[in-house]
């Protein structure tokens, strides 16, 4: 349709152009941009985003000033090692609506980056793991989300640690940090240059609503900030 001079963009909001959607039957393609801030998101991470009714028919990522401090990190205490790993569960399980559990793990991650040797912050990561096993909801809430299988992984460049869907992630990256505490874990394990993850996000999100896109994003733990001691705020 055309619309002459008419202005597609009032106040600087894309309205919506028309697209085939994946039957061949046209629908309305709406552009929308995620990031580089939101809450619960990495820092500097943008998605643009092209919809179809609530559906991301394609997207592009990118990380602002990707130069920063990317690949460049330094070797990490073990204890930061597993706080970094609670900073990754709390996005995700606040996205997920689970705001107690989340806030547990928040509790273990300040532990273990004020208080290493108390013994506090594993405790707490043992208690978290055996209620988020225990939840139903929650395992329903994020079964089949973004599943990737070993082969996945390997064709992606991601670790084989990644393999599984959300939820199978999300215990994944606690029992990390808990091996992380032991002296059990290999760097490597769930360790990725992010620059990886960023280039396979298109194809890990398609298909998926903007809703399901945060989480699976949040499964994924994307660190994009050059690697400090003490772990970030929030």
Same mark, same amino acid.
């Not at 199978?168 to 990390?176: H, T």
């Given at each position: 349709?055309? =619309?002459?001079?008419? @202005?597609?963009?009032?106040?600087? &909001?894309?309205?919506? %152009?028309?697209?085939? *959607?994946?039957?061949?039957?046209?629908? *309305?393609?709406?552009? !929308?941009?995620?990031?580089?801030?939101?809450?619960?998101?990495?820092?500097?991470?943008?998605?643009?985003?092209?919809?179809?009714? *609530?559906?991301?028919?394609?997207? %592009?990522?990118?990380?602002?000033?990707?130069?920063?401090?990317?690949?460049?990190?330094?070797?990490?205490?073990? *204890?930061?090692?597993?706080?970094?790993?609670?900073?990754?569960?709390? @996005?995700?399980?606040?996205?997920?609506?689970?705001?107690?559990?989340?806030? &547990?793990?928040?509790?273990?991650?300040?532990?273990? $980056?004020?208080?290493?040797?108390?013994?506090?912050?594993?405790? !707490?990561?043992?208690? $978290?793991?055996?209620? /988020?096993?225990?939840?139903?909801?929650?395992?329903?809430?994020?079964?089949? &989300?973004?599943? !990737?299988?070993?082969?996945?992984?390997?064709? !992606?460049? /991601?670790?084989?640690? #990644?393999?599984? @869907?959300?939820?199978?992630?999300?215990?994944?990256?606690?029992?990390?940090?808990? +091996?992380?505490?032991?002296?059990?874990?290999?760097?490597?394990? #769930?360790?990725?240059? #992010?620059?990886?993850?960023?280039?396979?996000?298109?194809?890990?999100?398609?298909? /998926?609503?903007?809703?399901?896109? +945060?989480?699976?994003?949040?499964?994924?733990? &994307?660190?994009?900030?050059?690697? =400090?001691?003490?772990?970030?705020?929030?």
């Amino acid at each position: 349709m055309h =619309h002459g001079a008419m @202005d597609m963009a009032p106040a600087g &909001i894309a309205l919506a %152009e028309g697209g085939d *959607d994946r039957d061949g039957l046209e629908m *309305d393609v709406l552009h !929308l941009r995620l990031g580089p801030v939101l809450c619960y998101w990495p820092a500097g991470l943008v998605v643009r985003c092209s919809l179809q009714g *609530d559906v991301l028919a394609r997207a %592009e990522a990118w990380v602002v000033d990707s130069n920063s401090g990317n690949g460049n990190s330094t070797p990490e205490r073990q *204890d930061h090692v597993a706080a970094r790993h609670c900073d990754h569960v709390v @996005d995700l399980l606040a996205l997920a609506g689970w705001p107690r559990a989340a806030a &547990i793990a928040r509790t273990a991650r300040d532990a273990l $980056l004020s208080e290493p040797n108390a013994g506090h912050g594993p405790s !707490l990561l043992d208690t $978290l793991h055996g209620k /988020l096993r225990r939840s139903r909801v929650l395992r329903w809430s994020l079964r089949d &989300i973004t599943s !990737l299988t070993v082969e996945d992984c390997d064709r !992606l460049g /991601l670790p084989s640690a #990644f393999a599984g @869907d959300c939820y199978d992630r999300l215990l994944a990256r606690i029992d990390m940090a808990q +091996r992380a505490l032991s002296n059990s874990l290999e760097p490597s394990e #769930f360790h990725v240059n #992010f620059t990886t993850v960023v280039t396979a996000l298109p194809e890990l999100v398609g298909g /998926l609503d903007l809703a399901t896109t +945060r989480l699976a994003i949040a499964s994924l733990g &994307i660190d994009t900030a050059p690697r =400090h001691a003490g772990g970030r705020n929030g």
